[in-house]
């Protein structure tokens, strides 16, 4: 926990869902490798959820791993998920880049974060972002722990889709480290 300097207020990070995977995880003694073959999820997926770096998996993640252990993800989790993870109409989902079936299959912009969870890379597709992260699976810099996780935010219409990848790649600036200007995009974006 982290303290402001005038020790009024105090931060900690919130992992509602990776705590209670880990508390039913240990309940039942299932390790990741276990829970990544019942769920059909892949490894780094199951272990960014249970360290915390993915905090808000995608609904059909949670049902999988919530069929996996037979055990009902608490109602104020859910709802935690749904408040944090939204803004007006818009709406965070985390997904595991190594693992497509985690990866949305909508129009909208994506974040890949590193080891130290800092974005590294902001892209888009106005059609579905799961092809553009398998065409980055391909790519030499796609690899741990230079990209660990991603972020998606559906984003249905084209030119706001554009506007707010901008947007993020202006504010971000050269800490995007991957994204370069003149990059030829997919015949799609």
Avoid at 70 to 90: H, K
Wanted: aromatic share 10%.
């Amino acid at each position: 926990m982290a303290a402001s300097d005038g020790d009024e207020e105090t931060t900690e990070r919130e992992e509602l869902f990776g705590d209670w995977l880990r508390a039913e995880m240990s309940k039942q003694s299932i390790s990741i490798q276990e829970l990544a073959n019942r769920t059909g999820l892949s490894y780094p997926g199951v272990w960014n959820i249970v360290r915390g770096n993915t905090q808000y998996p995608q609904e059909a993640t949670r049902q999988k791993i919530s069929q996996a252990l037979n055990s009902q993800v608490p109602t104020e989790i859910e709802q935690e998920i749904a408040t944090q993870s939204s803004v007006s109409g818009y709406v965070w989902t985390d997904f595991s880049p190594y693992d497509l079936q985690t990866i949305p299959e909508l129009a909208g912009i994506y974040v890949f974060y590193d080891i130290t969870d800092r974005p590294v890379y902001v892209g888009k597709s106005n059609s579905n972002v799961r092809s553009r992260v398998r065409d980055h699976q391909t790519r030499f810099w796609f690899k741990q722990p230079l990209v660990m996780r991603g972020s998606f935010l559906a984003v249905p219409d084209p030119e706001m889709c554009d506007k707010i990848e901008m947007i993020l790649i202006k504010f971000l600036g050269n800490h995007a480290l991957l994204n370069f200007k003149g990059v030829v995009r997919d015949s799609d974006d």
